[in-house]
């Protein structure tokens, strides 16, 4: 059983980088893109494992892979990590202007002067 796809492309994003191991994975792919064969070589899992998290992370968009010869090559995707960058963003921004708020202990309907 697959787990439901998520509508927003930057919540598939941030529940695909909640876990260690693919956190990991995108920090080696970081460095260079690289097949799943060499990325279990370097992990404390197997190959099967691997792949499965490469799979969930190139559902949230985080990831692509290109083939070249029988094996495929993975790379990070920008685009799954603009998505969750935007989210994080207008959350830091929505919190900054609610903190400048309070501690301006102004109404939220007033405009700045």
Known sequence: ?????????????????GNAVRRDIVQQLAIKPTTA???ADRMPISRPA???????LQDAGLISHVPQ???????????GFDAARGWLDSFWSDALTRFRMVAENTDPEARDE
Not at 1 to 17: N, V
Not at 50 to 56: D, M, P, Q, T
Not at 73 to 78: G, I, M, R, S
């Open 1 to 17: 059983m697959q787990p439901a796809q998520s509508p927003h492309p930057q919540t598939a994003a941030l529940d695909a980088l």
């Open 37 to 39: 064969g060499a990325l």
């Open 50 to 56: 691997v792949s499965k998290h490469l799979r969930v």
């Open 69 to 79: 010869g029988t094996r495929n090559v993975y790379q990070l995707e920008k685009k």
